[in-house]
Structure formats: structure tokens, C-alpha cells
């Protein structure tokens, strides 16, 4: 088993900045790759960005080239750094983690970001 802890979150005008960070505990051998999912009210569960321990990352074309994913292996932690944040971007962010890039085992609780002014 896994346990993501996620932190970070909150309320950000538009433009501004946050990161999110994500720890792992457990098994940490079934957390080759970690990422982040988002959930906005009334929309289907979607990903963001995804990293793996050797550095192969997946990043969607929404936040391409305003959000970097990175990790640090030693801590077993993964960021979310978003910058340049969109009203659009408000939503419910889910840390995962799994064997593989794209196929999520487990799951955070989520952590709320909202995109206001």
C-alpha cells in the first residue's frame, strides 16, 4: 500500500503561482511514476502531469509551458509548480502514484485550487 499526502493548495488570483507538493509512504516501489490528476466541478477527471523516477515526464497541452512537474526521489515527493493560472484551472488536484506513467494505482485525497480575483 501507498499513502500520498498532498499540500499546497488554495486561492490565487489570476497570473499568480503556486506549487503543489505530494510525499509518499509505504511501498515505495510501486511509485515509479507520480503525477497529478484534476477534477473541475462537473467534468471528468483529467491529467495534468506525470514524472517518473528516471525523469520521463507527461505534460498536457493545457498547462504545457506554465506548470513543471518534478520530484525528488530521496524525499519521495513530486511538485506541481503553476504559474501563469487561469481561471480554468480551478479544480480539485489529486496526487497518484503507480508502476507505470498514465496508469494510477493509488490516490490523495485532493487538495482545492481555485483561481480567482
Known amino acids: 500500500q501507498v499513502q500520498l499526502v498532498e499540500s499546497g493548495g488554495g486561492l490565487v488570483q489570476p497570473g499568480g503561482s503556486l506549487r503543489l507538493s505530494c510525499a509518499a509512504f509505504?511501498?515505495?516501489?510501486?511509485?515509479?511514476?507520480m503525477g497529478w490528476y484534476r477534477q473541475a466541478p462537473g467534468k471528468e477527471r483529467e491529467l495534468v502531469a506525470a514524472?517518473?523516477?528516471?525523469?520521463?515526464?507527461n505534460v498536457a497541452d493545457s498547462v504545457q509551458g506554465r506548470f513543471t512537474i518534478s520530484r525528488d526521489n530521496a524525499k519521495n515527493t513530486v511538485y506541481l509548480h503553476m504559474s501563469s493560472l487561469k481561471p480554468e484551472d480551478t479544480a480539485v488536484y489529486y496526487c497518484?502514484?503507480?508502476?507505470?506513467?498514465?496508469?494510477?494505482?493509488?490516490w490523495g485525497q485532493g487538495t482545492q485550487v481555485t483561481v480567482s480575483s
Open positions: 514524472i517518473t523516477r528516471s525523469g520521463s515526464a
Open positions: 509505504g511501498n515505495i516501489f510501486s511509485t515509479n511514476a
Open positions: 497518484n502514484a503507480g508502476q507505470e506513467l498514465g496508469v494510477p494505482q493509488y
